[in-house]
């Protein structure tokens, strides 16, 4: 049965299960019923567990198996408190690993970067934004996106990173994750740049975080 209830962030949220028909969301809704997002639900199942099979580091294809076989999955479509911010995210639920949400659209952010490492670009090649926080929370990665900060007066201590070719694709609060031209990737925090490795050892961190059930947090928090 569909459920419509108010959250957190000023809005409602309209949530549906397998059992619930498309048909039957709430007007104020249907705007975020995209092609896209019609087409996963009859085949959610099939369509994560393509995810997980292109994954491209063995945590992220673990996590997203794990949440796959647990088959809970919803569909969530989120208002808030403003008519920009709403979002429509299929919610998969596990015990044993970290839950989260998938937005399956592609991103239509302006500061998209096409441009980006292939192996950060193909970790969403099925969903634009992997949320682990939930609609209105800190906490989620996302397509590569151009990092948006003044470069001459953001680094102050830590490693010389060019963050003029830098892209952004998670974040904690004020902390990002970051991935550059030379495939290495880490947090940016506080005016300070801390390495974690290649754009692959970022993933496989982040995603084995998830995995066992635990927040990928900043570079202090995990």
């Not at 490492?117 to 609609?135: D, V």
């Not at 904690?172 to 050892?201: K, M, R, V």
């Not at 066992?212 to 947090?217: K, V």
């Amino acid at each position: 049965m569909i459920t419509v209830e108010e959250n957190d962030s000023g809005g409602q949220t309209v949530t549906l299960t397998s059992e619930d028909s498309l048909d039957h969301v709430p007007v104020s809704h249907q705007f975020m019923l995209t092609k896209q997002v019609r087409q996963v639900f009859p085949r959610v199942q099939s369509y994560f567990q393509s995810m997980s099979s292109e994954a491209p580091v063995p945590s992220m294809k673990q996590w997203v198996k794990s949440l796959i076989d647990s088959k809970k999955w919803e569909l969530q479509l989120h208002t808030g408190w403003s008519k920009d911010h709403y979002a429509a995210y299929y919610y998969l639920n596990c015990e044993a690993s970290r839950s989260a949400c998938f937005a399956v659209d592609a991103s239509k952010d302006e500061y998209r970067c096409d441009d980006a490492p292939k192996t950060l670009k193909s970790a969403f090649k099925f969903a634009s934004e992997i949320s682990w926080g939930g609609f209105g929370y800190p906490g989620s990665a996302f397509y590569p996106l151009q990092f948006r900060m003044n470069v001459n007066t953001k680094l102050e201590r830590g490693p010389k990173i060019n963050l003029e070719r830098a892209y952004l694709w998670g974040e904690w609060q004020a902390d990002f994750l970051y991935a550059t031209d030379d495939d290495q990737t880490g947090w940016y925090s506080d005016f300070e740049c801390h390495p974690i490795g290649s754009t692959a050892d970022g993933l496989e961190w982040y995603f084995g975080r998830l995995l066992i059930d635990e927040s990928p947090l900043g570079p202090d928090g995990g």
